[in-house]
């Protein structure tokens, strides 16, 4: 069994720190324009609503239940929009009125600027927390799969860590423009990967014993709830007000297919009997 565990958190370990590759890309590169920015946060907020909607709430459904899957999605969504009302943020700042600022040489220009930073923080924050929530099942996928041999272990490996790299992207960009921190960008974008093996060390030692399945599936539905809570709460705003509505929106959908089709690759690799 020991020696199971350790080849799956070695496949978990190439899958989840994939999300280190997208993060290179990001600092490799020039600090984007708030566009850019825009358009990358409608594409992380299509990643994140399929795999909310697509992934997560749909596992839910088809393993509990309609009603218990949907109770479980809504609870999510309710516990997080009270959370939400205690957190503080920003208001979002309109970007033509940073660029008003500029031309008259208003002080305040800098301040609106730092206010478009906490805005563009908290979001990647945001999206790096729901990334690390999705790898986490993964990471028990990876573990699963492996049992039923190295093949299916090594396949599943390398499909998620194609899927992560754009997650890493979704993650290190908005806290590298935030920040201006290459560090901070890579060393965020990493730590969400690491749920992966996280996963296969709860599922190996902890899940057997301590939880059930019906509860798992619960929670990872309302862990969907929270991430279509928070996307549409707080990216898509961000995302419109960047890169304008048109252009967000057609990022967003480009978002949910490409995830769709990372879903599909996943699915494929994996035995009849298993499912992400």
Same mark, same amino acid.
């Given at each position: 069994?020991?020696?199971? @565990? ?193 996963? @296969? ?76």
């Amino acid at each position: 069994m020991d020696s199971q @565990v350790m080849v799956a958190l070695a496949l978990s370990l190439v899958g989840g720190l994939s999300t280190s590759i997208g993060a290179l890309f990001v600092i490799l590169c020039q600090t984007p324009n708030l566009k850019m920015l825009g358009l990358l946060q409608g594409f992380a907020a299509g990643l994140m609503l399929c795999i909310s909607f697509l992934d997560l709430a749909h596992n839910a459904i088809n393993s509990i239940g309609f009603l218990k899957g949907n109770l479980w999605f809504f609870g999510g969504v309710v516990f997080f929009g009270i959370i939400a009302n205690f957190i503080p943020e920003p208001t979002l700042t309109s970007s033509l009125d940073v660029k008003s600022k500029k031309k008259n040489g208003d002080q305040g220009g800098k301040d609106i600027m730092k206010k478009h930073r906490r805005q563009v923080l908290f979001s990647g924050i945001i999206t790096a927390i729901g990334i690390s929530l999705h790898n986490f099942p993964e990471g028990m996928a990876v573990f699963l799969g492996s049992l039923k041999g190295i093949r299916v272990g090594i396949n599943l490996a390398v499909a998620i860590a194609l899927h992560n790299i754009p997650e890493g992207v979704a993650v290190a960009l908005p806290i590298y423009y935030a920040t201006q921190s290459k560090w901070q960008a890579f060393k965020l974008a990493t730590l969400s990967g690491l749920a992966e093996p996280l996963g @296969v060390v709860l599922v190996a030692y902890l899940f057997p014993s301590s939880l059930s399945p019906e509860i798992l599936e619960g929670l990872l539905g309302s862990v969907g709830g929270v991430m279509a809570f928070l996307t549409l709460h707080e990216m898509l705003p961000l995302a419109f007000d960047y890169a304008g509505q048109k252009q967000a929106v057609k990022a967003v959908f480009f978002g949910m297919a490409f995830m769709s089709a990372s879903l599909y690759l996943l699915e494929i690799s994996l035995p009849d009997e298993m499912s992400l």
